[in-house]
């Protein structure tokens, strides 16, 4: 029996080129309550350096707060709570490669994906993260 490629296939060599997204993400993902004041939101993005803060209940996973979302609401006297501002962010498994979340970036107009091993939230995928991988290769 002789081995043949899909026409469309790229060759193995290329997997190289598009790594895990676990190589890719920021691991180590700050969270916090839909209950927590705007104001405490936006001082642990700030002093953590982020744009994007998962929100969750529990052990679920209820979407993301923007900091541009935080700071537009702390302007002209939004809710006083960061519930009200979650947003879905499109999710992306943790055995999937860099083009993928690249492919789901672009797909969702967005600026960041959620990396899920099952159910459970393991990192997040930004376009700077994709930016500094590229860069790296």
């Given amino acids: 029996m002789t081995s043949q490629r899909h026409p469309l ?3 193995p060599e290329t ?4 790594p895990l997204i676990s190589s890719v ?7 916090i309550t839909p209950d927590a004041p705007l104001r405490t ?10 744009r994007h803060l998962p929100i ?12 541009t979302d935080i700071v537009r609401a702390v302007a002209i006297g939004g809710p006083p709570l960061l519930g009200p501002l979650v947003r879905a962010l499109p999710m992306v498994s943790i055995d999937e490669r860099r083009s993928v979340a690249a492919r789901t970036l672009l797909a969702g107009d967005v600026d960041a994906v959620l990396v899920t091993d099952g159910d459970r939230l393991v990192g997040i995928v930004t376009t700077t993260d994709l930016v500094r991988s590229l860069a790296r290769g």
């Fill in 9 to 11: 296939a790229a060759p």
């Fill in 15 to 18: 997997l190289d080129d598009d």
């Fill in 25 to 31: 993400m920021t691991p180590h993902v700050v969270a």
């Fill in 41 to 50: 939101g936006l001082s642990l993005m700030a002093s953590h350096n982020l």
């Fill in 56 to 67: 969750i209940d529990g052990s679920r996973l209820l979407g993301v707060v923007l900091e």
